[in-house]
């Protein structure tokens, strides 16, 4: 199992910046990767970038690219989402998650509220 465990979310003004962190516990992966998402209010869940675990190669949805960037810390077993220039449509719980192979993310985190105001 792994446990994974976001944090850094909260209330900005758009333009702003956030910093999501999401750290990972449990049976860790040498390689596969791990990844955001996010859930709007009456809307489905949607990807919004990944980054391969042992190469650290990323991959981004077109609405957030240019804005945010996604890291990884291998020593800490920790992912960051960096989230600039922050748009009230940006608005939804962001989600973590892990997958051990593609395409099937295996393990998800609780989820932590980003709100941004216009």
């Known amino acids: 199992q792994v446990q994974l465990v976001e944090s850094g979310g909260g209330l900005v003004q758009a333009g702003g910046s956030l910093r999501l962190s999401c750290a990972a516990s449990?049976?860790?992966?040498?390689?596969?990767?791990m990844g955001w998402f996010r859930r709007a209010p009456g809307k489905e869940r949607e990807f919004v970038a990944r980054?391969?675990?042992?190469?650290?190669?990323?991959f981004y949805a077109d609405f957030v690219k240019g804005r945010f960037t996604i890291s990884r810390d291998k020593a800490k077993n920790t992912v960051y989402l960096q989230m600039d220039s922050l748009k009230p449509e940006d608005t939804a719980v962001y989600y973590c998650?892990?997958?051990?192979?593609?395409?099937?993310?295996?393990?998800w985190g609780q989820g932590t509220q980003v709100t941004v105001s216009s």
């Open positions: 998650s892990a997958r051990a192979r593609a395409p099937t993310w295996d393990y």
């Open positions: 449990g049976r860790t992966f040498s390689s596969g990767a």
């Open positions: 980054i391969t675990w042992s190469g650290g190669s990323t």
